[in-house]
């Protein structure tokens, strides 16, 4: 069964600018992949169709069942529902404890406070951060940022985890740390799918590999690796 699907798929922007050009694939579910290409290659426009920060300009983009392309801004909500999604800046809240940070959205749909708690301490543990949950985001590394990132994302057992640039900001033992997690997620059984420029992980994982050139869809290979060690 595919949990995505894009069909021939365009995305064009008020300047001009064409960044995806009649992509289609399917992803099943329990999959992982890997998105790469080089800088305005179009891979961050693809990731951000997933969770309808953009809409294509034509084709279809299907998510768990949902109609992105044709989804109403109000019912984003329940295609959100579905995803987790990291990005490369972590987005945490400041003011609010790892603990906090990781129950916001729970809160949001009004669950029990004790479910709210065994849901938070579930994800926190699962990325080794369960003795931290009363510090702050400016009490912590990168690397623990991400992974407090990473708990928000899976903490609603969500079937697809994407991630944007999750090791961009990492360095490569940090970043070799928190694609192990990120594995491991994907072991479980949720689909993964994630934008990235590091080599490194790419030909450590073997996994399939997605690659965007120019807005068109170039390769997809079963067990890729990056292009090459010049780009």
Known sequence: MNLIELKNVYKQYSNGVTALCDVSLEIAKGEF?????????????????????????????????????????????KLRRKLGIVFQDYKLLPNLTVYENVAFALEIYGL???????????????????????????????????????ARAIVNEPKILICDEPTGN????????????????????????????????????RKRVITIEKGILVNDKEKGGYFSEKD
């Open 112 to 150: 029990r406070s004790d479910e709210v708690r065994r849901k938070v301490m579930k994800a926190l543990e699962k990325v080794g951060l369960k003795e931290k949950f009363k510090s702050y985001p400016d009490q912590l590394s990168g690397g623990e940022q991400q992974r407090v990132s990473i």
């Open 33 to 77: 992949v890997f998105v790469i290409g080089k800088t305005a290659s179009g891979k961050s426009s693809l990731i951000k169709l997933l969770y309808r920060q953009e809409k294509p300009s034509k084709g279809g983009v299907f998510v768990g069942g949902i109609n992105v392309a044709k989804l109403k801004n109000r019912k984003v909500y």
């Open 170 to 205: 990492l360095d490569p033992k940090t970043s070799l740390e928190i694609m192990e997690i990120i594995n491991k997620i994907n072991e479980e059984g949720t689909t993964v799918i994630m934008a990235t420029h590091d080599k490194e992980i790419v030909n450590k994982y």
